[in-house]
């Protein structure tokens, strides 16, 4: 294939490797042209013999080379032109083969992965080799350790290949993942503490479908593809992970994982995985943010259905329910019912719905110590928490309303009420003792803020100091409040609810919590120039990052202090109030003295 001795010098210096195993199909390589030429006493001849022996071998295209000489065209661009060609052709069959429905069709290709083998070092051929690997369904064993063993190909190595050499290597496999799953937390946290703040825009108003179209989501299906066992070995590592970091987002995965699968109608995996068709019913309330009759009986029936010896399956199912999209529309349906239930007179124990989102939430939130005790029971549910806790609740509610009518009354007939400062016993201390009480009584801040109920959000504030395991203090609340607080802007400008919100709440754990710290910065960053200009003076006094404060928190500080100085130079522009569309309907409300105007 050479025209003059500078193209045959040019191939030796080619690096011997790319020729490996040629010797062993019987073609020569760049080592046997080199000796012949060392031992041959006429060279040209040696090299004419060489390319006869070495080229394509048709007849009739011996005559048609010398036009390619007369235009100038060197035999090394027209032979390499006819691989390409036939290169192209042969990786085309190979996929015609694999798709046929001949029973012979994986024999043939055995035989020509057998063949070609030999040449996957060549980077001419690798690619076909490679081709003939990814069709395969089941890889020879040697082949597999002998990709394994090399890093360059098995690097090149398609998916399909790598999913049989993972499914036998947990840690190798383990290796691929952990970078996915460090990267899938790294975003979930950067979402929390992002620098918009927003009650229409934050951490839940992605869909579900909308999270699973992420690229670490899309980048583990692929990896998994329709093998049952990879599959298992994700969710082992997640639950390892869940147990080590107690971290809420692995269990957000495990969900997304199973509902990428479900959406790609994966069925070998999706037919085997008990939590399937629970998983399904409540990605539709998730994206409904509301958990209707009809679903909460289908997951009733789930959850009922477990079968004794199967008990197992509640660990998978408490870790489902763990997921904070979970958790949070669990607790918006519980303030809803609660609104129906204010709506129509009714206690909560007489609500069968209720009953059962309280029962998720206790599931749910019994998830790490479920999977660590592996006691596969469900966590029994204190009745207290629907009997004491919610009516204390309610009659916050009732304290409200009171005082709002009392203000409407004429001059004549008010008294000297005031609006009350203290609470239940029994609610405070259920916020404290109990998980489940005090994921409600967080989310019935939030409500009262998307009121705009400045005075039963000075009340119950302080209240969140001392909370269930800190909750109140944990970045998912912290990131919601930031955002409803938004709608209290212009209350900024009073010392009094300045107090309440920073000094009363934020300001008693930032110093321990530098969480705390950053939300408090996100806060003032979006707000600051409807805080009193001397309240902010002293918060900036309080809030400067000591020295071995992480560089988020100091350039959050810095940028604060930016807008600052600018807003010195230039006034602040008038805002516009955001529209509001917060997903929770308004309910008609008897107007009697012992219920309260405002929706709870």
Same mark, same amino acid.
């Given at each position: ?330 607790? #918006?349906?519980? /303030? ?9 007179? +009714? %206690?909560? !124990?007489?609500? $069968?719905? =209720? ?86 009584? #967080?989310?019935? /801040? ?9 005075? +039963? %959000?000075? !009340?119950?504030? $302080?209240? =969140? ?100 100085? +600018?807003?010195?130079?230039?006034? $602040? ?28």
């Amino acid at each position: 294939t050479f025209t003059s001795p500078g193209d045959l010098e040019d191939a030796i210096r080619v690096p011997l490797k790319m020729f490996a195993g040629l010797p062993e199909l019987g073609i020569s390589n760049g080592e046997d042209l080199k000796e012949t030429l060392t031992n041959c006493t006429e060279p040209l001849k040696a090299i004419d013999q060489f390319q006869m022996e070495n080229g394509i071998l048709l007849p009739t295209l011996q005559s048609a080379l010398p036009f390619l000489d007369l235009h100038g065209t060197p035999r090394l661009e027209f032979h390499q032109s006819v691989f390409d060609e036939l290169r192209e052709k042969l990786m085309e069959r190979v996929a015609t083969i694999a798709e046929g429905k001949d029973e012979d069709r994986y024999v043939k290709l055995e035989e020509l992965l057998e063949k070609s083998f030999p040449l996957v070092k060549m980077p001419s051929i690798q690619p076909i080799v490679m081709q003939v690997l990814k069709h395969l369904p089941k890889v020879p064993e040697k082949k597999l350790k002998q990709v394994m063993a090399d890093k360059e190909l098995y690097k090149v190595c398609a998916v399909e290949v790598k999913r049989q050499i993972w499914q036998d290597n947990q840690a190798l496999f383990g290796d691929e993942v952990s970078p996915l799953l460090k990267q899938y937390i790294v975003e979930k946290e950067a979402a929390l503490f992002s620098s918009d703040l927003s009650i229409l825009h934050n951490f839940f108003s992605p869909s579900p479908k909308t999270r699973r179209q992420g690229e670490v989501v899309l980048k583990l299906t692929q990896m998994i593809g329709k093998n049952v066992k990879l599959y298992d070995m994700v969710l082992q590592f997640l639950r390892t992970l869940f147990l080590r970091t107690r971290n809420v987002h692995y269990c957000t995965l495990r969900a997304e994982l199973l509902m990428s699968l479900h959406d790609l109608d994966i069925s070998e995996i999706c037919s085997v995985d008990p939590c399937h068709k629970f998983s399904w019913c409540l990605d539709a309330c998730i994206r409904e943010k509301f958990v209707d009759a009809k679903r909460a009986r289908e997951l009733q029936g789930f959850l009922d259905g477990v079968k004794k010896g199967q008990e197992q399956v509640l660990g998978d199912l408490s870790m489902i329910l763990c997921d904070p999209f979970a958790c949070n529309t669990l607790v #918006l349906s519980t /303030v809803r019912n609660l609104q129906e239930l204010l709506s129509q007179d +009714a %206690l909560p !124990r007489d609500s $069968p719905e =209720l009953l059962l989102l309280l029962r998720m939430l206790s599931l749910g939130q019994g998830a790490w110590d479920m999977i660590d005790s592996q006691v596969f029971k469900e966590p029994r549910m204190d009745l207290e928490v629907v009997t004491r806790f919610l009516p204390a609740m309610m009659s916050i509610v009732v304290d409200d309303y009171t005082f709002t009518v009392e203000q409407k009354l004429p001059s004549e007939e008010k008294t000297s009420l005031t609006y009350p400062t203290t609470l239940p016993e029994t609610f405070s201390r259920y916020i404290q003792e109990n998980r489940v009480a005090c994921e409600i009584g #967080l989310y019935y /801040v939030l409500h009262i803020a998307k009121q705009r109920n400045k005075n +039963a %959000l000075q !009340r119950l504030l $302080p209240a =969140l100091v001392d909370t269930y395991n800190d909750m109140a203090f944990g970045d998912i609340f912290l990131h919601l409040l930031t955002g409803h607080l938004t709608l209290l802007s212009d209350e900024f400008g009073s010392e009094e609810f300045c107090t309440a919100v920073f000094d009363n709440f934020l300001l008693t754990s930032f110093s321990r919590s530098e969480n705390v710290h950053r939300h408090c910065l996100r806060l003032l960053n979006h707000l600051h120039q409807k805080v009193l200009v001397s309240y902010m003076e002293t918060l900036m006094k309080t809030l400067e990052p000591p020295k071995q404060s992480s560089e988020s928190v100091k350039e959050l500080y810095t940028l604060l202090k930016e807008k600052l100085e +600018a807003s010195k130079k230039s006034p $602040p522009e008038p805002e516009e109030a955001p529209s509001l569309d917060l997903g929770l309907h308004p309910v008609t409300v008897p107007s009697t003295p012992s219920t309260p105007t405002t929706p709870l």
